[in-house]
């Protein structure tokens, strides 16, 4: 069970926002944990919250990118310069990090899928401040047209079509894990080389 870092009014105000959102968000989930509710848990108002985030929305896309296992890693390995080993590798390792930040994610954000009107408030709120899921696929879109310049990609790639293959092999892998069990999916030990080494044929 998650519990605040640190108590009382010694913790900095945002990084004690980020607890309170991340504690809801992982335990009642997306839908329940509203701005109110995130204050009150870090212990301050409403008001304060909105002095440091500009909605719940970069709440979400914070807690995300800074409390979830592999999210660094995984816009580390994306942000590396072309020619940092053999592509194959780097999107081994691209996938693998993938796969676990979908996994993590997927039961933070499923609420919202529940309720139509939340999920355009969401979308509405991600949009007002430039974030939301295609940061990722944009960020390897990026990568890929990197190791094209450097040559290291044949010509004719398409790296829009190769990043959502290979991150939406990630993000169905996700959803087999949580929907269907773990004894649906491979380790991902096994998926991301596999994953890699298809995606790399097609694009080498």
Not at 5 to 22: C, F, M, N, V
Not at 60 to 82: K, W, Y
Not at 102 to 125: C, K, Q, V, W
Not at 185 to 203: K, L, N, S, Y
Request: a neutral charge.
């Amino acid at each position: 069970m998650l519990t605040p870092k640190s108590s009382g009014p010694a913790r900095p105000t945002p990084q004690r926002l980020l607890d309170a959102a991340e504690i809801l968000m992982r335990t009642t989930g997306l839908a329940n944990a509203t701005t109110k509710a995130i204050a009150r848990e870090a212990g301050c108002s409403e008001a304060a919250l909105y002095k440091h985030f500009a909605n719940k929305e970069e709440l979400f896309v914070r807690v995300l990118l800074e409390r979830t296992p592999n999210a660094g890693a995984l816009m580390a390995a994306l942000a590396a310069d072309p020619g940092e080993g053999p592509v194959e590798e780097r999107l081994a390792e691209i996938a693998g990090h993938a796969a676990r930040f979908y996994a993590d994610t997927m039961p933070i954000a499923g609420s919202l899928f529940a309720e139509p009107a939340l999920l355009n408030r969401h979308r509405e709120g991600l949009r007002e401040i430039g974030l939301g899921p295609h940061v990722v696929l944009d960020a390897l879109v990026d990568c890929l047209r990197r190791e094209r310049e450097h040559g290291e990609i044949r010509p004719d790639a398409d790296p829009r079509a190769a990043a959502a293959l290979l991150l939406g092999a990630c993000f169905q892998r996700a959803f087999f894990l949580h929907f269907s069990g773990p004894a649906a999916v491979q380790p991902v030990a096994d998926f991301a080389p596999a994953i890699a080494r298809t995606v790399w044929a097609a694009i080498r």
